[in-house]
């Protein structure tokens, strides 16, 4: 009973690396999504696909690219770390319609 | 004015009481609307959906009220289990977005 899986639970980063988030989903949703939340503030779209090769950006996309080869699976890549993009990173997916998001457990990114 | 608007709260109540939060949509198109639930450091976890009829779901009763554009949560008995963020979601429909409220905090004291 899988759902949403991230991958890892827990980064640390130096400003300039980069790094790819997973998010791998086995319900078959079309829409997968990430958002990013910090402290006191609610979530944030970063970047959402439709399907299989789809995707487009959300209100906070600078800094990161994504890509859908698959329906299943939905990395994030940060192409150059900034101190900015401290945060917990939460991967969803839902079928379309008036179907709910199911969550990931979340990425919790330090960049120093 | 922001799309989806929530009071932050906190709402601080005691055990046993019935608290209720509201939130605002802009859109009025909007068709499908959700209430999650988020511990702290945890990923948000549907409550529950929020139907045109309104819906209950044990101590827990969502309303939608399309000519005022809002929904409302309503929690009965409060236990301190439900201390947490509630977080109001709205399908716009207007894009393939789902769009968060920033979350009403509920704190349940003994």
């Known amino acids: 009973n899988a759902g949403v899986t991230q991958t890892p639970k827990f980064q640390v980063l130096k400003t300039g690396q980069s790094m790819t988030l997973q998010c791998a989903q086995d319900?078959?949703?079309?829409?997968m999504s990430w958002y990013r939340q910090d402290p006191g503030m609610g979530l944030r779209l970063i970047h959402y696909s439709v399907g299989a090769g789809i995707t487009d950006q959300g209100e906070v996309p600078n800094g990161y690219n994504v890509s859908r080869s698959t329906t299943e699976d939905f990395p994030l890549r940060l192409l150059s770390a900034a101190p900015s993009q401290t945060s917990v990173y939460f991967c969803a997916s839902s079928n379309f319609g008036n179907s709910p998001l199911h969550f990931g457990n979340g990425t919790r990114l330090t960049v120093t | 004015r922001k799309e989806v608007e929530q009071d932050p709260g906190p709402f601080n109540v005691p055990e046993g009481a019935t608290v209720a939060f509201n939130c605002t949509y802009s859109n009025s198109a909007s068709q499908s609307f959700f209430w999650y639930r988020q511990d702290c450091r945890k990923e948000p976890k549907l409550l529950m959906s929020v139907y045109s009829s309104g819906n209950e779901d044990g101590r827990f009763t969502a309303q939608l009220n399309r000519a005022s554009q809002y929904i409302s949560l309503l929690i009965r008995d409060s236990k301190l289990s439900d201390s947490a963020t509630y977080l109001c979601v709205v399908n716009p429909r207007t894009t393939d977005k789902l769009i968060f409220g920033t979350g009403t905090r509920l704190q349940v004291f003994p």
């Open positions: 319900m078959n949703h079309e829409y």
